[in-house]
């Protein structure tokens, strides 16, 4: 007897879009399997038909992970009501999908794969992976500054992990953070009444920006990609919740 496998997580595996965009999908009434409409939490052979809106979902043969220079004003999301969404800003042949996100008035490294299970992975929070940011703010930085930000801060009903902070300027300091709670570099900055100028971020695990400018990308591939699936190779497919994270960014997913 064939095996089964949630409707989600293979729209997933696929790389048709993330698990909780296909359960958005679902819910909204727009997933039919043959002529009947699908519905969240639903099993499925792995030869079924799909469609969505209408159109023929096929499996994605070529796997790619972009790095990508998001500009401040592109909105992560893949939603097309989104008249600024990062998909037709990036314009890439490939249907793909961001990897996490980065604030609308934020700039700098974005990933984009169609690889589902890669966007779980690289999302699990208890590995500590790391994200390098850039920040200026509109006052001079003070030393109680960076040791209040290094030691955590308490926002979101919840005190931010220990991380790196450095000062690279009167107005301009480093950060390295191991989670992705919404806004939270602002948020932070902000519990010591300081206000963010501009925020780019320059690295995700051992991804970075490097030469990119605003709105290029570039394929991640050879070494850099052999780099990332080794830093990667422990980490088990189960997402967890973390109190204060983007929606859909540490969802569960329930292991069938």
Known sequence: MEEKIRLNKYLSEIGFCS???ADRLISEGRVFLCDRQAFVGEKIGRDEEIYVDGKGVK???????LAYY????????????????????????????PVGRLDKDSRGLLLLTNQGELVNQMMRSRNGHEKEYIVTVRQ??????LKGMARGVPILSTVTKKC?????????????LTQGLNRQIRRMCEYFGYQ???????RIMNIKLGNLMPGQFREIEGKEMRKLLSLLKASS?????????????LERDRKE
């Open 70 to 97: 998001k500009p401040k004003g592109i909105v992560c999301t893949s939603q097309k009501k989104e008249k600024h969404n990062v998909i037709d800003a990036l314009g890439y042949p490939i249907r793909v999908y």
């Open 19 to 21: 698990r909780r965009e």
């Open 164 to 176: 790196t902070v450095e000062k690279i300027a009167d107005d301009k300091f480093r950060i390295i």
């Open 59 to 65: 499996k994605e043969e070529q796997k790619v992970l």
């Open 140 to 145: 001079k930085i003070k030393e109680e500054f």
């Open 237 to 249: 497919s189960e997402r967890i919740i973390q109190k204060g994270a983007h929606p859909g960014m």
């Open 196 to 202: 963010v100028e501009d925020l780019k971020r320059v």
